[in-house]
Protein backbone atom coordinates (compact mmCIF):
# COMPACT_ATOMS: atom_id res chain seq x y z
CA UNK A 1 0.00 0.00 0.00
CA UNK A 2 1.33 2.84 -0.90
CA UNK A 3 -0.12 6.80 0.14
CA UNK A 4 0.70 9.78 -1.51
CA UNK A 5 0.94 13.20 -0.29
CA UNK A 6 1.07 16.57 -2.58
CA UNK A 7 2.26 19.68 -1.29
CA UNK A 8 3.86 22.74 -3.14
CA UNK A 9 0.55 24.73 -4.82
CA UNK A 10 -0.58 28.40 -4.84
CA UNK A 11 -1.31 31.02 -6.34
CA UNK A 12 1.28 32.38 -8.87
CA UNK A 13 1.01 35.23 -11.82
CA UNK A 14 2.07 34.15 -14.99
CA UNK A 15 5.51 33.63 -15.73
CA UNK A 16 5.63 32.71 -12.21
CA UNK A 17 6.91 29.18 -11.01
CA UNK A 18 6.07 26.75 -8.52
CA UNK A 19 7.59 23.18 -7.60
CA UNK A 20 5.30 20.65 -6.59
CA UNK A 21 6.45 17.86 -3.80
CA UNK A 22 4.83 14.32 -3.43
CA UNK A 23 5.78 12.65 -0.29
CA UNK A 24 5.05 8.86 -0.07
CA UNK A 25 4.63 6.56 2.40
CA UNK A 26 6.01 3.01 2.06
CA UNK A 27 9.77 1.06 1.67
CA UNK A 28 9.47 0.33 -1.74
CA UNK A 29 9.28 3.48 -3.30
CA UNK A 30 11.70 3.13 -5.61
CA UNK A 31 10.17 0.51 -7.74
CA UNK A 32 7.22 2.13 -8.55
CA UNK A 33 6.88 4.79 -11.59
CA UNK A 34 5.52 8.22 -10.33
CA UNK A 35 3.73 10.37 -12.31
CA UNK A 36 1.81 14.11 -12.36
CA UNK A 37 -1.71 14.25 -13.89
CA UNK A 38 -3.94 17.57 -13.53
CA UNK A 39 -7.90 18.60 -13.62
CA UNK A 40 -9.33 22.01 -14.52
CA UNK A 41 -13.00 22.51 -14.07
CA UNK A 42 -15.06 21.35 -16.34
CA UNK A 43 -12.26 19.44 -18.23
CA UNK A 44 -10.74 15.59 -17.89
CA UNK A 45 -8.07 15.00 -16.11
CA UNK A 46 -4.88 15.13 -18.40
CA UNK A 47 -1.56 13.70 -18.13
CA UNK A 48 1.80 15.87 -17.05
CA UNK A 49 4.91 14.22 -16.71
CA UNK A 50 6.02 10.81 -15.69
CA UNK A 51 9.11 9.46 -14.62
CA UNK A 52 10.53 5.86 -14.44
CA UNK A 53 11.42 4.44 -10.98
CA UNK A 54 15.08 4.89 -11.27
CA UNK A 55 14.74 8.62 -13.05
CA UNK A 56 16.43 7.45 -16.18
CA UNK A 57 13.08 7.94 -18.22
CA UNK A 58 10.86 11.02 -18.22
CA UNK A 59 8.16 11.55 -20.12
CA UNK A 60 5.59 15.47 -20.26
CA UNK A 61 2.54 16.36 -22.23
CA UNK A 62 3.55 18.43 -25.18
CA UNK A 63 1.70 21.24 -23.30
CA UNK A 64 4.90 21.38 -20.56
CA UNK A 65 7.77 20.35 -22.57
CA UNK A 66 10.41 23.10 -21.60
CA UNK A 67 8.57 24.52 -19.19
CA UNK A 68 7.84 21.46 -16.39
CA UNK A 69 10.56 19.11 -15.38
CA UNK A 70 9.99 15.67 -13.17
CA UNK A 71 12.51 14.38 -10.88
CA UNK A 72 12.87 12.06 -7.48
CA UNK A 73 14.67 11.26 -4.50
CA UNK A 74 14.41 7.73 -4.02
CA UNK A 75 15.92 8.28 -0.54
CA UNK A 76 13.34 10.78 0.58
CA UNK A 77 10.23 9.01 -1.05
CA UNK A 78 9.56 12.02 -2.81
CA UNK A 79 8.85 13.34 -6.45
CA UNK A 80 8.63 16.66 -7.82
CA UNK A 81 7.70 18.96 -10.47
CA UNK A 82 9.26 21.78 -11.40
CA UNK A 83 6.70 24.25 -12.86
CA UNK A 84 8.15 27.37 -14.69
CA UNK A 85 7.15 29.86 -17.23
CA UNK A 86 3.62 29.23 -15.79
CA UNK A 87 0.37 29.91 -17.64
CA UNK A 88 -3.62 30.56 -17.02
CA UNK A 89 -4.12 27.47 -18.74
CA UNK A 90 -1.68 25.53 -16.66
CA UNK A 91 -4.52 26.17 -13.81
CA UNK A 92 -6.25 23.36 -12.06
CA UNK A 93 -5.83 20.70 -9.37
CA UNK A 94 -2.25 18.74 -9.98
CA UNK A 95 -2.23 14.64 -8.71
CA UNK A 96 0.61 12.56 -7.68
CA UNK A 97 0.50 8.91 -9.26
CA UNK A 98 1.70 5.88 -8.53
CA UNK A 99 1.70 2.08 -10.08
CA UNK A 100 4.12 -0.82 -10.04
CA UNK A 101 3.06 -2.04 -13.29
CA UNK A 102 2.95 0.49 -15.77
CA UNK A 103 5.93 1.85 -17.65
CA UNK A 104 6.30 5.83 -17.84
CA UNK A 105 5.64 5.83 -21.52
CA UNK A 106 1.99 4.29 -20.41
CA UNK A 107 1.18 6.62 -17.96
CA UNK A 108 -0.88 9.02 -20.25
CA UNK A 109 -2.41 6.12 -21.93
CA UNK A 110 -3.00 3.73 -19.50
CA UNK A 111 -4.30 6.21 -16.40
CA UNK A 112 -7.32 4.64 -15.81
CA UNK A 113 -4.35 0.93 -14.84
CA UNK A 114 -3.06 3.69 -11.99
CA UNK A 115 -2.81 2.16 -8.69
CA UNK A 116 -2.17 5.25 -6.32
CA UNK A 117 -4.02 8.18 -6.67
CA UNK A 118 -2.86 11.22 -4.00
CA UNK A 119 -5.38 13.97 -3.27
CA UNK A 120 -4.81 16.86 -4.99
CA UNK A 121 -3.23 20.41 -5.06
CA UNK A 122 -4.33 23.44 -6.19
CA UNK A 123 -2.33 25.91 -8.95
CA UNK A 124 -3.91 28.83 -9.75
CA UNK A 125 -2.32 31.03 -12.50
CA UNK A 126 -3.30 34.66 -12.51
CA UNK A 127 -3.14 36.63 -15.67
Known amino acids: QVQLEESGGGLVQAGGSLRLSCAAS????????MGWFRQAPGKEREFVAA????????YYADSVKGRFTISRDNAKNTVYLQMNNLKPEDTAVYYC????????????????????WGQGTQVTVSS
Open 51 to 58: ISWGGARR
Open 26 to 33: GRTFSTYT
Open 97 to 116: AADHTLISSDFGLRQGLIEY
